[in-house]
């Protein structure tokens, strides 16, 4: 099975800065790979998928690029509605997430 | 509007049954694969089930193979999940998505906001 690491596992920051998370498949997924953000008590939203598609409806700060198995999630001027938990997920073999990367108010 | 409505948590025994329930709603139900996810108190995201529009190819996470099943009822616009012989490390908030398929890959675009089924004696 394929086994995703995410890091950092949180992070804290202040509104205006860049934000990158990074996530590493075990194994070559392609661009077979989602990221999504969840916040408390909420629906989990997806934000990207195929790597760097861009969900429609997303802001355009939002970003992900990278391929078989090293990809990014970059934040380009974090805002305060984007505090919460970010999670890769991979959909080549088991549709396994990521352990999430907290965002949190510096 | 496009909606997914869990139901059907609760407190529940160890070795015991639970079915949880997902009324859709706004969309082609009959259409699209529908996914249960959930997520342990303090843990992240586990996948842990899905069903392909018509019902007949079902796929499950290993730690739920053999006790859980998942089913719907198109005519009914429901998504189902049985639960048999509960453990406490079932506890969590369970929710459903929405399956959309993009040329070789899918990710799952409308969540609901999940019902949480504790697992205690």
Redesign the interface.
Known sequence: DVQMTQSPSSLSASVGDRVTITCQASQNINTHLNWYQHKPGKAPKVLVYAASSLQSGVPSRFSGSGSGTDFTLTISSLQPEDFATYYCQETFNTLTFGPGTKVDIK | QIQVVESGGGVVQPGKSLRLSCAASGFTFSSFGM?W?RQAPGK????VA?IWYNGINKYY?DSVQGRFTISRDNSKNTLYLQMDSLRADDTAVY?C?RD?I????????S????TLVTVSS
């Not at chain 2, 992240?44 to 996948?47: A, D, N, V």
């Not at chain 2, 969540?111 to 999940?114: D, I, R, S, V």
């Open positions: 996914h996810v992240g995201l586990e996948w899905v996470a929710y998505a959309i993009y040329g070789s890959g899918t990710y799952f675009d969540w609901g906001q999940g």
